[in-house]
Every structure is written in structure tokens, then in C-alpha cells.
């Protein structure tokens, strides 16, 4: 298997406008239309991984070419595999055509390919494996040696068109997603130790790069870097670096902090802007590290506008000079007065939030004042309060006990009547019986049946009264525990 290395120069068609351009793979290259979804990358052509990198997604595009020692967290599905040795797949490895697998690989899924399988010795797959067309196992001599005797071959046989050709690049990459060497991509970091750049494309978790390059990119997280430029970008998150620029209506739904900071005046920002020496907001940026290229075509062009003005210069009047210098003074008044109120215009927006957060703020604090001013008040009318209270509780205490008094007396006068009619009937009682004893003497026994039937009703009344008194005096007890 080939290990992919940072020296290795690659032509590349639809990068940029459709040009062939060579790039390395010492840079974080993110092509247009790339998906970052919770589990997998989705790319529309090519994928190329360096060596030593840990992927916390599965890879999907046309060719998936993966370097040493690197774990893919998910499903690798393309027309054409390339796994090099002491791999680790997590998932299921899905080829459509032909697939090439180094030795030392573990994949935890299941391998299906449709074409032809070349094999390293000492591959472990759990799943099961299933190809269509020929599998080879073997052990490959490294390509760099291969070459090398190969060269000399043709060398000596003295064919050195055909030692030419293999300098040419046989296969093409298109629109490639590089990942470097030694790098961290999952769900919450995107980490590497070289520089980043993206194009229209829709990236998920925090960039922690050296230098960001980012245009027409919807980015779910926050930017870290040393320079950092944002062109006609959405940011959920915040932006922090040396030197920030902010391009073609850029948002950033976050705060950037930086030392210098570069913007136009159509980008925004929605939490604060911190730059140690300074913040810049111009019409329109122009980026010191543009191409050699773009530099050479805005001379050309300005130098056309230059010989346009040159051959329509008329002999005129100093009048007319006159006349177009005060017009260009008066449009450069107006195009000051105009950036001087959208400044003032956004100035007056952040000081209508503030004022409107201050007065939250007051009538919060007016809300509290009176709430305890309030309470302060209650407080005082109720020590105010409190010894009317007490005097009327100690009026009601002297009226219950002036009843309770009263019902006792009652109660005693009842006690007393009651014991003389006790005394009553005991005399009555001995009457009845002397006189029952002297019925039954004179009568007989019908004397003593009416006299029995006497004392029984008397004993009776008795305790119908003694019951009666009992009542009276529970009730009159609940009366005065009520009143109190």
C-alpha cells in the first residue's frame, strides 16, 4: 500500500473555476458540498486521510484513500477503497468496484465488494467478508523501491520516454476532502496542526487550526486560530485569533475577539467585538495575501479604467475642471455623511439594546424597592397593630371567664337542687318503705308490688337528671374552649 505523505504532489480537476491546480497535503482541505452529518462525510467525489488521524465519522465519496494507523469511526462506502496497513474500521467497509486492504487492518463490520480484492496478510474482519470478483492475498513490495528498480530498468534498457511517463499523474483526484496527518475530526473538534480551508460546504464542531480560510460555509461551531478570514459565512459561535476578517456579509451569532480586526460594513455580529489594537469597518477589504494572479488581473483592470478616463480627456475650460473636482468632493461628502449614519445608525441600535437592558435593569430594581417597602409597611402596621390585638384578645378572655363564672354558679345552683332532691327522695324512699312494710303487713303482697314499682320510677328520674346534668356541664365546657 502507498503512504500518503505531505511531499506527494497531486493534480486535482474542479478545484477552484475548473483549472488543474497541484496541491499538497500539508492543508486541511474541505471541497465545496461537503455534509458533516452526526455519523458520516459526505463528499461528492474524493476523500484522502493521512496517517495517524482519528475520524469520529464514517466516509463516504467516490475514492476513499485512508493512510496508516488511522481509525475511522464509522462505515467507509465508495467505488474505490484503499485502506492502507494497521487500520481500524468501526464500521462496515462497502466498495462498488475495486478495493485494496493492507495488512494488520481490523475492520469490525462486514467487507462487500463488487469488483476485485487485493489483501495484506494478518487482516482481521468479524463479520464476514463477500467479493464478486478476484482476491489476491499477498505481502507488496513497497512502491518507493518498486519505482526505484523499476527506473533503473528502463534506464539501462535506454527507454526514456517511458521513464517520463511515470512522473505524469495516471490517476486523477477531483475535489478531494484532505485530511492531514496526525489530525482530530469528530463531532466537537475539528484539531490539526496546519491550515484550514472550506468552501460551500456545511461543517459541524469546533476549529482548532493554526490559520482559517472559510467562504460560503454554514459552520456549527466556534473558530480558533492566529488569522482567520470569514468570507459571505454563517457562524454559530465565536471567532477568536490575531487578525479576524470578516467579508461579503458575513454573521457571526457569537462575539469575536482578536488583536486586529478587519470588517465590512454589511457583515454582522451579534454579541460584542474586542480588538486589542484595533477595529477596522470599511466599505470593502482587500486581503494582503491575495494570489499573484488576482493582483495581476485588478492592475489590469485598473490600468483599463486609467487608459478608458485617458482617451475620453478633453481640452476643457478650468471652469469644468473646477466644476468636476467640487462634484467629486460633494460625492465623497456624501459617501462620508452616508458611512457616517450606518455607523451612527448601528451605534443607535447597540445603545437602544443597552438603554432597554438598563431599563429592565431599574424597573427590576423599582419592583424589589417596592416589594420591600411594602413588606416594611405591613411590618409596621402590624406592630402597630398588635396591641389592639391584644387588648381585644384580653377583653374576649375577661368576657369568657366572666361566663365561665356564671355558667359555674348555674351549674352549682343545679348541683345543690339536685342534692336536696336526693335528700327528697331518700325520706320519701323510707316513707315508702315503712309504709310498703305496713301495707304488706296489713295487704299482703300487692302492697309490696305497687311499692316496688314506686321506687323503681323514682330511681329512674333520678338518673335521667344525673345524665341531664352531665350534658349541661360538657356543653358549658366546649363554650368557654370555644370562646377562647
Same mark, same amino acid.
Given at each position: ?194 491550515? #484550514? ?98 493582483? #495581476? ?188
Amino acid at each position: 500500500m502507498e503512504e500518503i505523505r505531505d511531499e506527494k504532489l497531486v493534480n486535482v480537476e474542479g478545484v477552484g473555476k475548473g483549472e488543474e491546480e497541484s496541491f499538497t497535503f500539508n492543508k486541511l482541505l474541505i471541497p465545496a458540498n461537503t455534509k458533516f452529518e452526526e455519523r458520516n462525510i459526505i463528499v461528492e467525489k474524493d476523500v484522502v486521510v493521512g496517517a495517524g488521524c482519528n475520524i469520529g465519522y464514517g466516509l463516504m465519496g467516490r475514492k476513499v484513500i485512508v493512510g496508516e494507523k488511522t481509525t475511522v469511526g464509522g462505515d467507509v462506502v465508495g467505488e474505490e477503497v484503499r485502506l492502507d496497513s494497521w487500520n481500524t474500521v468501526k464500521g462496515n467497509v462497502i466498495c462498488r468496484g475495486d478495493a485494496y486492504i493492507g495488512e494488520f487492518t481490523t475492520i469490525e463490520g462486514r467487507l462487500t465488494v463488487f469488483g476485485d480484492l487485493e489483501i495484506g496478510r494478518n487482516v482481521k474482519i468479524k463479520n464476514g467478508f463477500e467479493a464478486k470478483g478476484l482476491i489476491t492475498i499477498q505481502d507488496p513490495l513497497p512502491v518507493l523501491i518498486f519505482i526505484f528498480l523499476y527506473l533503473l530498468e528502463l534506464l539501462r534498457l535506454g527507454r526514456l520516454e517511458e521513464a517520463e511517463k511515470l512522473f505524469e499523474v495516471v490517476d486523477e483526484i477531483e475535489s478531494p476532502l484532505v485530511i492531514p496527518e496526525n489530525s482530530n475530526v469528530n463531532l466537537e473538534v475539528i484539531r490539526s496542526n496546519t491550515d #484550514l480551508e472550506a468552501v460551500g460546504s456545511r461543517i459541524l464542531g469546533n476549529l482548532r487550526v493554526k490559520n482559517v480560510r472559510v467562504e460560503g460555509c454554514e459552520i456549527f461551531g466556534s473558530i480558533r486560530g492566529e488569522r482567520i478570514t470569514v468570507d459571505g459565512c454563517r457562524v454559530h459561535g465565536s471567532i477568536e485569533g490575531k487578525t479576524i476578517y470578516l467579508l461579503n456579509g458575513t454573521e457571526v451569532y457569537g462575539s469575536v475577539r482578536g488583536e486586529r480586526i478587519y470588517m465590512e460594513d454589511n457583515c454582522t455580529v451579534d454579541a460584542s467585538i474586542v480588538g486589542k489594537d484595533g477595529v477596522w469597518i470599511k466599505r470593502r477589504i482587500e486581503l494582503p495575501d491575495r494570489s499573484i494572479t488576482q493582483l #495581476l488581473e485588478d492592475a489590469e483592470r485598473k490600468a483599463g479604467e486609467v487608459v478608458g478616463r485617458l482617451a475620453k480627456v478633453e481640452i476643457v475650460d478650468k471652469n469644468k475642471v473646477d466644476q468636476e473636482k467640487t462634484e467629486e468632493e460633494r460625492r465623497g461628502r456624501e459617501s462620508a455623511r452616508k458611512g457616517r449614519r450606518r455607523l451612527k445608525s448601528r451605534t443607535s441600535k447597540w445603545r437602544r439594546l443597552k438603554m432597554r437592558r438598563i431599563q429592565r435593569a431599574k424597573k427590576a430594581q423599582q419592583e424589589k424597592a417596592g416589594k420591600a417597602g411594602k413588606a416594611r409597611e405591613e411590618e409596621k402596621l402590624g406592630k402597630a397593630k398588635k396591641p389592639e390585638k391584644e387588648a381585644e384578645v384580653e377583653k374576649e378572655i375577661k368576657e369568657a371567664g366572666e361566663v365561665g363564672e356564671e355558667v359555674r354558679e348555674e351549674v352549682r345552683g343545679e348541683i345543690r337542687e339536685v342534692g336536696e332532691e336526693i335528700k327528697v327522695a331518700k325520706k320519701s324512699s323510707k316513707k315508702g318503705k315503712k309504709r310498703n312494710e305496713k301495707a304488706t303487713k296489713g295487704k299482703g303482697t300487692k302492697g309490696a308490688k305497687e311499692a316496688k314499682t314506686k321506687t323503681k320510677k323514682i330511681q329512674k328520674t333520678q338518673k335521667t337528671k344525673k345524665t341531664q346534668k352531665t350534658r349541661k356541664t360538657r356543653a358549658t365546657k366546649k363554650a368557654t374552649k370555644t370562646k377562647k
